[in-house]
């Protein structure tokens, strides 16, 4: 067992404090994602918007006993050894550096081949698909979903255990200096560089500096595998004293490919190998997964797995689902469709994710048997079964053998099939009602039958909402604030018409400290929803007063006739009750005038159990630059007035101003708070800084059918559409019922159906509307875009005259949401 004076070795770190051994199981960075006090050592990490450190007085309290820390004292200057008198506790210079030296130390103990995989794309597929192609002669340890950072590495290599026979990692860097401390941990004995693209150019001087740097990761390798025919990719090698083994499609190689030819749903590949000509088939015919398929191909042949075996394992080959999906099924369930593996590291990230959304009645997990963990079985599902305990999930369906075998370690009320066509003999829809279902298999169980059992036949328009494009968006107006500013995030009209408290859900869990909503229902819907930060209302009714109470939501106030009503309605006991004050600086819509605040104050006071917790205004033009001498002037109407408001109830409260172009524009006025709203969707309002954000929705449909119609014949309600010349028409299911706007029709809106922009053509109807796709390859089935990053929002609303805003919150309700991470 690593001793803690071990570890303080290590990482050189100082021992603040030992009280008692423990042995070190998991590695924690993110306090959220505790599973097991027990074993546990969290690494108090300092990061651009965290600060670990933050978490300690949560942590120990949950029962973690040792702490990797930056400093000695808290921020109010107390002895972290007096605060946790039981914990074991490290002083270190950097957490993020302890962390990986420890990780580096544990590699340093096997002497297996380690792949380490970079390159701009694809690292993950070669990794998920060596691993499975190399499986039936290893135990293989492997990168959960795509961890390749300073923090995924050391993770990953973390899982090392003596039963493994070969790892593989991959390694992502994004600056320079980043790839020797992975190449440090990893320690890779083959590399694989699979290409050299655009992604991240920025943070380098040049292209070759890029390659250079990644090329540090194969320092010292027994040898590197890759594609001669990228060019920079070879030069730079070729220049360095690496041990390589090399394929490529124009020059001969040590796998010259002679031809790939598409055929069906396969590409034939003829290659020479050692002097003999060799046909294999791959099971995939675009561009990006045949070179990763062939990055396969070529390691298998250095593996010197027998030829004869590589066609049947390339043919069990399927897509990587990149992301976690989380879709809607039937009954008003939700599906997390993980279907592609199934291991202990990957099974804590999907368990995360479910944890992460809103409690939808029941969580509910189908399982299969976990291979090669490398682990024994018995405390293999013995950690499986605490993984899934400590997230909560109710209620566990099991299925294959081994995982039926150790049913006992699971609650009572968990099921088992021996098979998936046992599971689906038995199925019955009924039984799951108004739960969130991780679907979670090992490929061989293709529980891809189980997800299409589950999914409803859906009208074909769905809006897709990118959740870490959301949390980029969050973190890049956080990066504006200054240490003490507090976020308020807007997530009224269903969150832009993202919707509501999946959007809720995840600013809870990163931590925002206010959320605003129109109207109480909103609010009680979040709570219903399991929300727990404080919720602002804004257009709170006199009639919702009482629920507002009942759920703890705090009114916006605004006018002395709704303070009033409001005061008159407040129970006659001693509970203490918050309110917001709006003030009107210009925008004249909602707030108290300075002539209110001799009957304002007065009337206050009166109830001492009303707390002002904040009091803002709105800017009528933070978005135009034409308006920022009206804006300054609101600004400074509000913050003389916000002072009067202090004064006169003689305590703070919280002052803000600023939405989502002000936090832009005025960086200079944050005061207490901001109020972001459409950034966080991904639409940078003053339009200055729009690069910097992801667009986080695209909103598609499908075409349901195609005809042709000559020149002089009309399409569409009132003959609008006239052809000009024989032309192609689909018809795709969207329509203004969905929220497309009929301002699109007859011109007025483009939509991309594959990878082109086509003109709506006549009128936009109620549930579809028609498009001229005129010389394109189009059949039904085929998907439209409405909008998404390449039809920006911002573009659209500007080809009708109308604001993002508007073409976001109109997509309606009857269009499914998607929800996404990658
Ligand atoms: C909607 C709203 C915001 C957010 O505005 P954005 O322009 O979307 O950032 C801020 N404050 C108030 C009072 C709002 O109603």
Redesign the pocket.
Known sequence: MLTFQELATITNGTVLQFVQAHSVINLLTDSRKLSQPTGTLFFAVTGKFNDGHKYLPALYELGVRQFIVEKELDEKGRNYSQLYPEANLLLVKDSLNALQELAAWHRSKFTIPIVGITGSNGKTIVKEWLAQLLSPDEMVVKSPRSYNSQLGVPLSVWQLNSNHTLGIFEAGISLPGEMEKLQHIIQPTIGIFTNIGTAHDEGFTSREQKVQEKLKLFTNVDVLIYCTDHKLLDHEIQAQTIHTFTWSRHHSADVTINATTAAGHKTIVVFTYKGEKQRLAIPFTDEASVENALHCLATLLYRQVPFAEIQDRLDRLHPVAMRLEMKEAINGCYLIDDTYNNDLAGLAIALQFLGNQPQRGKRTIILSDLLESGLPEEALYGQVAALIKNRGVEKVIGIGSTISHHKSKFSETAIFYSSTADFLAQFKADDFRNELILVKGARVFEFERIVHAFQQKVHGTVLEVNLDALVHNLNYYRSKLAPDTKL?V?V?AFA?GSGSFEVANLLQFHRVDYL?V?YADEGVMLRENGITLPVMV?NPSPDSFAKLRQYNLEP?IYSLELLEQYLKDLPADNSRHRIHL?LDTGMHRLGFTSEDFDALFPLLQQYPQVQVVST?T?LAG??EALHNDFSQMQISNFRAMAAEVEARLNYKVIKHV??????VRFPEHQLDMV???????GVE?TGSEQQALKSVSVLKTTVSQVKTIVKGETVGYSRKGIADSDKTIATIAIGYADGYDRRFGNGGGQVIINGKRCPIIGNVCMDMCMVDVTGLSVKPGDEAIIFGPKLTLVDMAARIGTIP?ELLTNVSSRVKRIFFSE
Request: charged content about 20%.
């Open positions: 308020m807007m009224k832009y605003a129109a804004m916006e709006k803002f709105h933070a978005d600023l939405n989502s172009a002000g936090i109020r972001l709203g459409i950034g966080l969707y309002a805003y």
